[in-house]
T-cell receptor, first 116, second 114 residues
């Protein structure tokens, strides 16, 4: 149990276009989902926290208008990278929490974004 | 401020040798502590976690970790490393008073020599 999927697993896009990444909890309801960004050989940096039905909470330094997060249901959150540029190329990982005690997070497999 | 430090960026051990990966944390309350493993291009897999109780926790793949409050440490150990253990290992502290936010250490890359 507690499986999280991401789609797509990799995407290549042209500079200036927008890309949407989906994060789904397959066998549980996720009251909270988290989005991370990871550069090569580096740690995970939390970008934002989203709760179902409410606006996402962004970490300091993360551009809200560039990284749009929607948590429309208890099993789906989306991250849209708007007007992507090469510096947005990264590995994006989502995680989901059931919101029960300890709020343990379950991680998706990640999405590799390359902006040309 | 909360933080997690993994002092070793890269460790190389011989197959069959024992392993210890270090993790120190800074957090004002009793922490929730986690160890994750990440293979190249993959997401994170939970190895083990500590919430409370017995300070020696057992995880998957033969890993264990010991919580030492006095040293603010949560070191990961394995008695005999296998070549398939080569990966990146992340220690994390869970901020239960901030919606379960995780703060990750910098990671330790483990290489295994045949």
């Amino acid at each position: 149990g507690a499986v999280v999927s991401q789609h797509p697993s990799w995407v290549i896009c042209k500079s200036g276009t927008s890309v949407k990444i989906e994060c789904r909890s397959l066998d549980f309801q996720a009251t909270t989902m988290f989005w991370y960004r990871q550069f090569p050989k580096q740690s995970l940096m939390l970008m934002a926290t989203s709760n179902e039905g409410s606006k996402a909470t962004y970490e300091q330094g993360v551009e809200k208008d560039k990284f749009l997060i929607n948590h429309a249901s208890l099993t789906l959150s989306t991250l849209t990278v708007t007007s992507a540029h090469p510096e947005d190329s990264s590995f994006y990982i989502c995680s989901a929490s059931r919101g029960v005690s300890y709020n343990e997070q379950f991680f998706g497999p990640g999405t590799r974004l390359t902006v040309l | 401020a909360q933080s997690v430090t993994q002092p070793d960026i890269h460790i190389t051990v011989s197959e069959g040798a024992s392993l210890e990966l270090r993790c120190n944390y800074s957090y004002g309350a009793t922490p929730y502590l986690f160890w994750y493993v990440q293979s190249p291009g993959q997401g994170l897999q939970l190895l083990l976690k500590y919430f409370s109780g017995d300070t020696l926790v057992q995880g998957i793949k033969g890993f264990e970790a010991e919580f030492k409050r006095s040293q603010s440490s949560f070191n990961l150990r394995k008695p005999s490393v296998h070549w398939s253990d080569a990966a990146e290992y992340f220690c994390a502290v869970g901020l239960y008073n901030q919606g379960g936010k995780l703060i990750f250490g910098q990671g330790t890359e483990l290489s295994v020599k045949p």
